[in-house]
């Protein structure tokens, strides 16, 4: 049975071990800590990596930590705890900054990382990203009680994203 909270230990376990420098859970597992939960398949994690001595961004040091663990990877997933995890290595300063920003909050006594409502929103909102089910998100999310309107405003002028 796949178990949540034994993921988010793992990416603890992963930023302690060094394999990644800081992490963020975005995308819509993210949502369930600022709205009102949606079915999603795989849980979305930013990271950032400690310096490569290539240009090139590889995960393959993600993949060596969690293979050692014995979990096995499935596409471009990782099957931790039984649950799909995706990294994402951070693309642009405001992925970035989201990963940066991030609030630490609890899951059933794990702490998590989580981007924050506002930066999920703008993230939404990115031309490579605004598909019809992100705009609903993004929708949904600044309707919430969790969005600080003035701050969203600020990052959204900031990054040049059309609400």
Same mark, same amino acid.
């Given at each position: /049975?796949?178990?949540?909270?034994?993921?988010?230990?793992? =990416? $603890?376990?992963?930023?302690?071990?060094? &394999?990644?420098?800081?992490?963020? +859970?975005? %995308?819509? /597992?993210?949502?369930v800590f600022w709205t009102e939960p949606?079915?999603?398949?795989?849980?979305?994690?930013? +990271?950032?990596? @400690?310096?490569? @001595?290539?240009? *090139?961004?590889?995960?393959?040091? *993600?993949?060596?930590?969690?293979?050692?663990? %014995?979990?096995?990877?499935?596409?471009?997933?990782? =099957? *931790?705890? %039984? +649950?799909? &995890?995706?990294?994402? @290595?951070?693309? $642009?300063?405001?992925?970035?900054?989201?990963?940066?920003?991030?609030?630490?909050?609890?899951?059933?006594?794990?702490?998590?990382?989580? &981007?924050?409502?506002?930066?999920? &929103?703008?993230?939404?909102?990115? @031309?490579?990203?605004?598909?019809? #089910?992100?705009?609903?998100?993004?929708?949904?999310? #600044?309707?919430?009680?969790? *969005?600080?309107?003035?701050?969203?405003?600020?990052? =959204?002028?900031?990054?040049?994203?059309?609400?």
């Open positions: /049975m796949a178990s949540f909270a034994g993921a988010l230990r793992a =990416l $603890n376990e992963l930023k302690a071990s060094g &394999v990644v420098d800081e992490y963020a +859970v975005a %995308g819509a /597992m993210a949502l949606i079915p999603t398949f795989d849980l979305d994690v930013l +990271v950032f990596l @400690p310096e490569q @001595p290539s240009p *090139i961004v590889s995960l393959e040091p *993600i993949y060596r930590w969690t293979s050692a663990r %014995g979990y096995a990877s499935q596409s471009e997933h990782v =099957l *931790i705890e %039984g +649950v799909p &995890v995706q990294f994402l @290595p951070a693309h $642009n300063a405001l992925a970035d900054e989201a990963i940066e920003t991030a609030a630490t909050l609890d899951y059933e006594g794990v702490p998590v990382r989580v &981007v924050r409502a506002e930066y999920l &929103v703008a993230l939404y909102l990115e @031309p490579g990203a605004r598909t019809l #089910k992100r705009r609903e998100r993004a929708a949904a999310l #600044k309707e919430s009680t969790s *969005i600080d309107p003035t701050l969203l405003a600020e990052i =959204l002028g900031r990054f040049h994203l059309e609400p």
